[in-house]
Nanobody, 129 residues
Framework: QVQLVESGGGLVQAGGSLRLSCAAS????????MGWFRQAPGKEREFVAA????????YYADSVKGRFTISRDNAKNTVYLQMNSLKPEDTAVYYC??????????????????????WGQGTQVTVSS
């Protein structure tokens, strides 16, 4: 069992930055690949970024590539999402999630919310124009 708690959301002007954190409970954090998803009102939950267990592999949605950076600190049981050059269309509730899927190998399973086993409660990010 893994419990995830996100923090770091808030209101920021377009062009600004935020850093989201996701703290995990339990001793098995390093056994999971981690992902960030987001969901805007009236829209489906969409993939944002993922990072492998050892942080050697990262993936990003095209919409955030070059602006967002995912990282993790297994010693602190925490995964981060650094968000720069924020746009109003980045406004959403951001969720972190844990999966037993191994990243790499050409599979895109990491982009599917149904392939994640544990979820946080979400943190709101609002970008004003």
């Amino acid at each position: 069992q893994v419990q995830l708690v996100e923090s770091g959301g808030g209101l920021v002007q377009a062009g600004g930055s935020l850093r989201l954190s996701c703290a995990a409970s339990g001793r098995t954090f390093s056994s999971y690949a981690m992902g960030w998803f987001r969901q805007a009102p009236g829209k489906e939950r969409e993939f944002v970024a993922a990072i492998s267990r050892s942080a050697t592999i990262t993936y990003y949605a095209d919409s955030v590539k070059g602006r967002f950076t995912i990282s993790r600190d297994n010693a602190k049981n925490t995964v981060y999402l650094q968000m720069n050059s924020l746009k109003p269309e980045d406004t959403a509730v951001y969720y972190c999630a844990a999966t037993v899927i191994r990243l790499g190998g050409g599979s895109y399973r990491y982009t599917g919310p149904n392939n994640y086993d544990y979820w946080g409660q979400g943190t709101q990010v609002t970008v004003s124009s």
